[in-house]
């Protein structure tokens, strides 16, 4: 019983092994950091100027237009058949800096 009581009244030894696993752990968690820090920023591309993007309701969901260069200039050029989703194609022809219903 006296052995226990003055085990626990004692501070923890941190003995080598100890040390070390404690130091691999950290070094592993660092170098995690450092590679997601890199991947962070160094990827995906540059956003193009020229690019359109409308994200509107459909008959099964959402849908989805994307486009860039003479694509995005051909559908802000001709408007027509846009029906609902005219004014937030509209919109992003502005944001592109693209004429629209000019065409």
């Known amino acids: ?3 226990q009581s ?3 009244s004692e501070p923890l ?3 080598r092994r100890e040390k070390t696993i404690v130091a691999v752990l ?3 968690v660092l170098l995690g950091l450092v590679g997601l820090g890199v991947f962070a920023l160094t990827k995906g591309a540059p956003a193009r100027a020229d690019c359109i993007d409308v994200t509107f309701a459909s ?3 959402g849908a989805h ?3 860039c260069g003479a694509r ?3 559908i ?3 408007p027509s058949g846009l029906g609902g989703i005219r004014h937030d194609v509209q919109v992003s022809c502005e944001r592109a800096h693209l004429p629209f219903g000019r065409g």
């Open 1 to 3: 019983m006296f052995e």
């Open 6 to 8: 003055r085990r626990l």
């Open 13 to 15: 030894r941190w003995g």
């Open 26 to 28: 950290a070094s592993c």
């Open 59 to 61: 008959t099964l969901g």
């Open 65 to 67: 237009i994307h486009a």
């Open 72 to 74: 995005a200039r051909q």
């Open 76 to 78: 802000c050029s001709s």
